[in-house]
C-alpha cells in the first residue's frame, strides 16, 4: 500500500503561482507513475501531469508551459509548480499513484490509478 497525503493549495489572483506537494509514504519503491489530477466543481476529473520512475514527464495541453511537475525520491515527494494561473485552474487538485510505470501520460480521468491522495484545494479569483 501507499499513503498520499497533498499540500500546498490555497487561493491566489489569475496570474499567482502555487506549488503544491504530494508526499507519499508505505511502499514506496513499487511506485511506477505518479501524478496529479483535478476536478471542477460539475466537471469529470481530468489529469493534469504525469511522472514516471524514469522521471520522463507528461502535460494535458492546457497547462503546458505553465506547470511543471517533479520529484525528489530521496523525500518521496512529487511536485506541481503552477505559473500564470488562471480562474479555469480552480479545482480540487489530487496525488495519485500505480505501480505499472508505462503508457504514464496526462490523460483520462485516472482510473487507472491505485492509490490516491484526499486533494487540495486551488482557487484561482479573477
Known amino acids: 500500500q501507499v499513503q498520499l497525503a497533498e499540500s500546498g493549495g490555497g487561493s491566489v489572483q489569475s496570474g499567482g503561482s502555487l506549488t503544491l506537494s504530494c508526499e507519499a509514504s508505505?511502499?514506496?519503491?513499487?511506485?511506477?507513475?505518479m501524478g496529479w489530477f483535478r476536478q471542477a466543481p460539475g466537471q469529470e476529473r481530468e489529469a493534469v501531469a504525469m511522472?514516471?520512475?524514469?522521471?520522463?514527464?507528461s502535460y494535458r495541453d492546457s497547462v503546458k508551459g505553465r506547470v511543471t511537475i517533479s520529484q525528489d525520491n530521496a523525500d518521496k515527494t512529487m511536485y506541481l509548480q503552477m505559473n500564470s494561473l488562471q480562474p479555469e485552474d480552480t479545482a480540487m487538485y489530487y496525488c495519485?499513484?500505480?505501480?505499472?510505470?508505462?503508457?504514464?501520460?496526462?490523460?483520462?480521468?485516472?482510473?487507472?490509478?491505485?492509490?490516491w491522495g484526499k486533494g487540495t484545494l486551488v482557487t484561482i479569483s479573477s
Open positions: 495519485a499513484a500505480r505501480e505499472t510505470w508505462w503508457l504514464c501520460v496526462a490523460s483520462g480521468q485516472g482510473n487507472d490509478m491505485d492509490f
Open positions: 508505505g511502499q514506496t519503491d513499487d511506485v511506477g507513475c
Open positions: 511522472i514516471d520512475r524514469y522521471g520522463d514527464t
